[in-house]
């Protein structure tokens, strides 16, 4: 027999069926931006993290480095050494880039929280801090959530109610009274008009007066033209998270008529943080149900021409902040602790497909 003759077609189909796997990737399938929140250490010295960064996802959001206390260490300091990574690498590979965040309660450095001045000093600190890190990135990036969590979950502003224990305060709207809201996005549309500018938040899933006074904060900002173009539902959530809340803080966002971006995404398996609790098939089958389910709304309520896209909170399981930073026994992403795709990240990826 000869062989050569049969040698071609064979790798023909070896080379279709290696090309075929290889494009089974979120972003493929995906019929808006899928993003996932990067951290510039983990991309310069893990290449498994960089690989499936650079394959999966079309979108990133800056995890912590362009947050105000590591992006604005001394009065006069600004660092952008971090950022310049995480920016440098999505343009050289053809991602969107999504800022995180110019102005929130946390993150605060010592030298912020020491600062001493009237109202005109910290109105200039905000509007000077929020301009230079936009004018600094000008061109690069597309969006930015300019204010981050400024409501309780009761649907006050943040530090309205007197007895908030000292963690949840904001020096900007204790400064600056609640409007410091509508100015901070005047501020960024002014350094730089092309960028699409979010208001970012979690819990409008299961607190209906959040999702409430962020919908009437949207309606008030409208009426006064101040120039918002998106909402971020960070959606932190669980297996138990109710389906019913889920969409309804899609669809009332949706409602706004402005972008919607699922900013945040991560699903615990673990909410009770129970530390006998293992990775089961059932727990496995209920997060890749809710996965799918938060897909699927996304798709159903909102309008193409308003999705924004969804953006997992970090890659793998043990990079996310509720494992590493809260330390608690959970495995909430799509990718486990070497990077391989989870069984949700199937259901995930079916619910984008369909
Ligand atoms: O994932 C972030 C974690 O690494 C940081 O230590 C923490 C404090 O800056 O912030 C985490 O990200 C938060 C995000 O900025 C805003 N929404 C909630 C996120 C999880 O806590």
Request: glycine share 4%; charged share 25%.
């Amino acid at each position: 027999m000869n062989q050569s003759k049969w040698l071609s077609p064979l790798f023909l189909l070896l080379f279709i069926g290696a090309v075929s796997a290889q494009q089974k990737t979120l972003q493929s399938v995906a019929p808006f931006k899928i993003g996932c929140a990067i951290n510039p250490n983990l991309l310069v010295k893990n290449k498994d993290y960089k690989a499936v960064v650079t394959n999966e996802f079309n979108s990133i959001t800056s995890e912590n480095v362009l947050k105000f206390g590591t992006v604005h260490p001394k009065k006069d300091v600004y660092d952008f050494t971090k950022g310049d990574i995480l920016v440098d690498y999505a343009l050289a590979n053809h991602k969107r880039i999504h800022g995180h965040c110019l102005a929130w309660h946390q993150s605060v450095p010592k030298w912020l929280s020491e600062f001493e001045g009237d109202s005109a000093a910290w109105e200039n600190l905000l509007k000077t801090h929020i301009q230079t890190v936009l004018t600094h990135y000008k061109g690069k990036m597309t969006s930015w959530d300019v204010v981050n969590e400024a409501f309780f979950d009761n649907g006050a502003y943040r530090q309205d109610s007197v007895n908030a224990p000292h963690r949840y305060i904001t020096l900007w709207r204790n400064h600056l009274g609640r409007d410091y809201i509508a100015r901070a996005f005047i501020y960024a549309h002014e350094a730089d008009p092309d960028l699409l500018l979010f208001y970012n938040d979690y819990n409008q899933e299961s607190n209906p007066a959040k999702l409430k006074a962020i919908i009437a904060m949207v309606t008030d900002f409208k009426k006064r033209g101040i120039p918002i173009h998106g909402l971020g539902l960070q959606m932190h959530i669980n297996i138990n998270t109710k389906d019913e809340g889920i969409a309804e803080a899609i669809k009332q966002s949706a409602a706004t008529g402005l972008l919607v971006h699922i900013a945040e995404l991560d699903i615990k398996a673990n909410p009770k943080k129970d530390t006998s609790t293992v990775y089961s098939d059932s727990l496995k089958m209920l997060q890749g149900r809710k996965f799918a389910f938060v897909v699927e709304q996304y798709k159903k309520l909102v309008p193409k021409q308003q999705q924004y896209g969804i953006t997992t909170w970090n890659v793998g399981d043990a990079d996310s902040w509720i494992v590493e930073l809260r330390k608690i026994k959970d495995w909430p992403l799509l990718f486990d602790d070497k990077y391989q795709q989870k069984s949700c990240y199937n259901s995930f990826y079916e619910a984008l497909k369909k």
